[in-house]
């Protein structure tokens, strides 16, 4: 296992775009996360699926914002009509229930929104 | 709600000198406190976790809850510890996400 994946690790795209980013978290673990990372901020929860249930979303992630985790394992997520304001790295972390404080994070995805 | 505070975004010493990378927190009840770390063209890690008192790369750290603060100290710094660090919390017990502070870039000089 080579840890968390995730694809793209960049994305340039127009304001107004659609915009799809995928995670995959290392096989064993039943937890994922999604979290935002702008310049000089540290990561911001974004939402957590427990197998493929969607436990938590926080309020930073608005209408335009959509997550999935259809089979427990990989994640999607999908950012509609996207704005300037959505540039950030999109981190997905993994880990398992028991130790959910331990997380194994991604190298992120870079979205750059002209 | 909880909060993570990080109030410098920088220190910078020389090789061999003792460091303390600050940490205070907000939150009501009673948290969980870690330190992640990310080396250049690494990903986050995990550094250390309060409730396991232990010593990682000769780094530790003390929850203070009369301060609410969970400083990180090394007595002699090294060159390979530079990175940023951050602060992050949890609500004991609660099995829930981690909050992060806005992190900290440690640079250690030769």
């Known amino acids: 296992d080579t840890g968390v994946s995730q694809d793209p690790r960049h994305k340039i795209t127009k304001r107004g775009q659609n915009v799809t980013f995928r995670c995959d978290p290392i096989s064993e673990h039943n937890r994922l996360y999604w979290y935002r990372q702008t310049l000089g901020q540290g990561p911001e929860f974004l939402t957590y699926?427990?197998?493929?249930?969607?436990?938590?979303k926080s309020r930073l992630l608005s209408d335009r914002f959509s997550a999935e985790r259809p089979k427990g394992s990989f994640s999607t997520l999908e950012i509609q009509r996207t704005e300037q304001g959505d540039s950030a790295m999109y981190l997905c972390?993994?880990?398992?229930?028991?130790?959910?404080?331990?997380?194994?994070f991604g190298e992120g995805s870079r979205l750059t929104v002209l | 709600a909880q909060r993570v505070t990080q109030p410098e975004k920088l220190l910078s010493v020389f090789k061999g000198a003792p460091v303390e990378l600050k940490c205070n927190y907000s939150?009501?009840?009673?948290?969980?406190l870690f330190w992640y770390v990310q080396y250049s063209r690494q990903r986050l890690q995990l550094l250390l976790r309060?409730?396991s008192r232990e010593s990682i790369k000769g780094f530790t750290a003390d929850l203070n809850k009369g301060e609410t603060s969970f400083h990180l100290k090394k007595p002699f710094a090294q060159e390979e510890d530079s990175a940023m660090y951050y602060c992050a919390l949890t609500p004991t017990g609660a099995n829930s996400k981690l909050t992060f502070g806005k992190g900290i870039t440690l640079s250690v000089r030769p």
């Open positions: 309060h409730i």
């Open positions: 939150y009501s009840g009673s948290p969980e």
């Open positions: 972390a993994s880990s398992l229930v028991s130790t959910s404080w331990e997380l194994f």
């Open positions: 699926f427990q197998n493929e249930a969607q436990l938590e």
